[in-house]
């Protein structure tokens, strides 16, 4: 087998792998994500920190 059909088959195999590998990686499962306006920010964040949930939060200011 020459160099460039080695090459060939070299990629085929990662992407077989890839193929393979992607849907048992965390960040690749269909999670939904939730968007919450709480009024009480701290007891939202202790009950996703019990949770084990991840926790974005977005504030702003009008001046």
């Known amino acids: ?21 992607w849907p048992r990686l965390p960040f690749a499962r269909n999670n939904v994500t939730e968007f919450k306006v709480t009024e009480r920010p701290a007891q939202a964040l202790q009950a996703a920190r019990t949770a084990g949930r991840p926790v974005f939060l977005e504030f702003y200011a009008r001046w």
């Open 1 to 21: 087998m020459d160099r460039r059909g080695k090459t060939i088959l070299a990629v085929v195999l990662v992407l077989v792998a890839a193929v393979l590998v």
